[in-house]
């Protein structure tokens, strides 16, 4: 691999990782509050939010930089940023804010945006745009559970 090429995977890939290094903050300081909220069926357990969310970072950056290594192609570029920026909202709004029926509507503009994102990306490398399709599908469970949260609380 090129430094160039290097030097754009290890930025994308830090970039990535930047919602869920801000929101830790948020989810550590508010996990007793979390506690007590019912939860629906299918939570999985605390720790493994952690390890999964980490993996789909990398994956988001690694697709990131197969959209973008040889090109910046500006309606992608805005639509990585703008998942990346509701991302990095939806913790501190659960989380912080304690308000469960905002992070619903964030979690659905995220998975709205991502659907034009992989539109975006599926032109220029197939292969990022397939990288988006676990996070697109932990989304949706995600939905489910902050849905779920909501109703139930």
């Known amino acids: 691999m090129k430094t160039k090429n290097l030097i754009q995977l290890v930025v994308w890939l ?7 290094i801000l929101g830790m903050q948020y989810v550590f300081s508010n996990m007793t509050w979390y506690r007590t909220l019912m939860h629906p069926v299918f939570t999985p357990p605390e720790a493994l939010f952690g390890i999964v969310w980490s993996i789909l970072y990398l994956t988001l950056g ?7 290594k040889d090109k910046l192609h500006t ?12 991302n990095a ?3 501190p709004v659960f989380f912080g804010a304690h308000s469960l029926f905002g992070a619903l509507i964030l979690i659905i503009a995220m998975l709205i945006a991502l659907v034009f994102l992989c539109k975006a990306c ?17 989304l ?8 779920a949260n909501w109703w139930l609380n």
């Not at 830090?14 to 869920?20: A, D, I, K, S, V």
């Not at 599926?122 to 932990?138: K, T, V």
């Open 14 to 20: 830090t970039l990535c990782q930047l919602p869920g």
């Open 62 to 68: 690694v697709s990131a930089f197969l959209t973008f």
């Open 75 to 86: 309606r992608a570029l805005l639509l990585f940023v703008l998942q990346l920026v509701l």
């Open 89 to 91: 909202c939806w913790t």
């Open 122 to 138: 599926y032109p220029i490398n197939r292969a990022a745009a397939w990288l988006l399709m676990p996070y697109g599908l932990w």
């Open 140 to 147: 949706l469970f995600a939905t489910y559970l902050t849905a």
